[in-house]
């Protein structure tokens, strides 16, 4: 990768003092991140990605080592995989006893299995050890430090996670929250409800369909925010699929009797959060979703000969570096035109993010050796009307209240039978 300096058109970056990053040789981090790293502390990195390292679309190996570069040696990132015998296997890190049968049994089916593993895995090893969660298309442009960590560690700090907010997107209301961006202390109790009861969809099954059936699921709601008018059926299968952002809605607005749980409570006083449509996909929104001119921006030559085609370049990319804290490389998960993180797929665009002599290299380059010098701004949590269940991470608030009658009812035949 070429050394670049900061656009002038760039006014809201600044250069980051080099012995804060990581500027090892390329083979020596990616040699690191196939080996297993004992856990020392809270700070460490999360992801997933089912067969290893080298399986990954090189977009996203890209995005991993820059990880590393810009967080420096104070994180830790880790590589999970699924892989028998490998150094970093989930069963490295967290015991089998988190995860359905299905899970441990390999057994998983149905089109987005890998992903819903990787939905299983995250909430346990943030619980376990405290951490950050990121999905390998999370192009990072903050640090950590500054984004989340010191708001949720600092010795008198209220909070002990910090959540995405990306309002609207999932349940059509305020505070929807992503689970691709989450952060957390060690032994969070939220995360380990939230798990208990996406844990309890799974029961008896191999894969997400129908999940949005399930009476967890009814009990909170849909993803009315991924519905389709022309599609009545979408509603349905993407609330399967985002199902575990379904059950952290749930989580948030649950009060479990029988441990003191307060979800609501645990919502508005413990999170700290952070806006996550604009910071997270303000590339997609300044193009209109449209990924294909995302990637023509990305692909621009640093040279090119049409000035304004250059200029357009270059300003989209330095806005993303400055107004948004990551730029979220998603697929399109109901089939319309391909977003960004689709067309990487495709073998012939597997380095546009990151091809040498274009605007995708300045960015990269940028995303390790400058940060912005706007602020993080939290969000204050509002109120969306929903309102709270009485139940508890595995069971429904009716639920939980006929089991309440049932074990009176066991309880007075018994005192009945001792009378008599």
């Known amino acids: 990768m070429g050394k670049f300096t900061i656009p002038k058109c760039a006014t809201g970056l600044r250069e980051i003092d080099p012995s804060l990053l990581d500027l090892r040789p390329e083979s020596e981090i990616i040699a690191q991140l196939q080996t297993y790293q004992p856990i ?10 089912d067969k290893g ?59 987005h299995a890998p992903q819903h593993a990787a939905d299983l895995a995250r909430l346990p090893l943030i619980y376990e050890h405290g951490g950050v969660w990121m999905d390998v298309s999370n192009m990072l442009h ?52 939230w798990h208990k009861g996406y844990n309890e969809l799974w029961k008896g099954r191999t894969n997400v369909d129908g999940f949005h059936k399930h009476p ?12 389709n008018p022309e599609d009545e059926n979408q509603i349905y299968f993407m609330t399967d699929y985002v199902s575990q952002m379904v059950i952290g809605d749930r989580t948030r607005n649950l009060v479990d009797y029988t441990t003191g749980f307060d979800g609501r409570e645990f919502w508005e006083k413990k999170v700290f959060m952070v806006e996550g449509i604009e910071n997270g996909i303000l590339g997609a929104l300044k193009t209109n979703l449209d990924g294909q001119k995302q990637a023509d921006y990305f692909l621009t030559r640093l040279d090119e000969p ?5 200029s357009e370049a270059e300003t989209f990319m330095m806005e993303m570096l400055e107004k948004s804290h990551m730029y979220k ?33 300045l960015y990269r380059y940028g995303t390790v050796h400058w940060e912005p010098t706007r602020e993080v701004v939290r969000l204050v949590p509002q109120r969306n009307g929903d309102e709270i269940i009485k139940g508890t991470p595995t069971k429904t608030a009716s639920q939980f209240s006929i089991s309440i009658l049932e074990r009176q009812r066991l309880h007075d035949m018994d005192g009945l039978y001792t009378a008599y």
């Not at 012939?348 to 993010?353: G, Q, R």
Request: net charge neutral; aromatic share 14%; glycine share 8%.
């Open 40 to 49: 020392t502390s809270e700070k460490n990195v999360w992801a997933v990605w």
């Open 53 to 111: 390292f080298y399986a990954m679309y090189p977009s996203h190996q890209q995005t991993v080592i820059n990880w590393v570069r810009r967080l420096g040696p104070s994180w830790t990132v880790r590589l999970v995989d699924f892989v028998e015998g490998s150094p970093n296997n989930i069963f490295k890190y967290v015991g089998k006893e988190w995860f359905p049968e299905t899970f441990v049994n390999k057994t998983m089916d149905g089109k």
């Open 142 to 193: 903050i640090h950590l430090d500054t984004l989340f960590w010191d708001h949720i560690s600092s010795p008198d700090t209220p909070y002990e996670m910090a959540a995405w907010i990306i309002t609207g997107q999932i349940r059509a209301k305020w505070g929807d929250f992503g689970n691709f961006m989450l952060a957390a202390r060690k032994n969070c109790e939220f995360i380990k409800n």
């Open 216 to 227: 967890l699921i009814a009990e909170i709601g849909l993803a009315e925010g991924l519905a």
């Open 306 to 310: 049409d000035l304004d085609k250059r």
């Open 329 to 361: 490389m998603y697929h399109n998960s109901m089939g319309d035109r391909p977003a960004l993180g689709d067309l990487v797929k495709k073998k012939e665009n597997h380095d546009i993010t990151h091809r040498p002599g274009t605007f995708g290299e």
